[in-house]
């Protein structure tokens, strides 16, 4: 069993909206410090999409890309599950996305990847 578990990959409109969620079944909640999304397009690096980190309180604290900043939000489920609500897409949003989970100890995971293409 995958240590990241994502969903919610698929094609989509331009202006259209996806969700994409992760969720680390395996992992011990209480050693979790960040979750999140990266993505990859072809012939380019893989960049930040939006991370969510535990500061006590229920939300935690968010940060995105300045180029979904405003269009994507991400949303900490619980302790061990995170979804991203991507709205407005845009053709150039297409790119393999990939979960992301940091320990509170500095050691990463990574999802294995979902595509999420935009159509214009």
């Known amino acids: 069993q995958a240590q990241l578990q994502e969903s919610g990959g698929g094609l989509v409109q331009a202006g259209g909206s996806l969700r994409l969620s992760c969720a680390a079944p395996?992992?011990?909640?209480?050693?979790?410090?960040?979750m999140g999304w990266y993505r990859q397009a072809p012939g380019k690096q893989r960049e930040l999409v939006a991370l969510v980190t535990k500061d006590g309180t229920r939300s935690g604290s968010t940060n995105y890309a300045d180029s979904v900043q405003g269009r994507f939000t991400i949303s900490r489920d619980h302790a061990k599950k995170v979804s991203l609500y991507m709205n407005s897409l845009k053709p150039e949003d297409t790119a393999v996305y990939y979960c992301y989970l940091q320990r509170t100890v500095g050691s990463e995971l990574w999802g294995q990847g979902t595509q999420v293409t935009v159509s214009s």
């Open positions: 395996g992992i011990i909640s209480g050693v979790i410090k960040t």
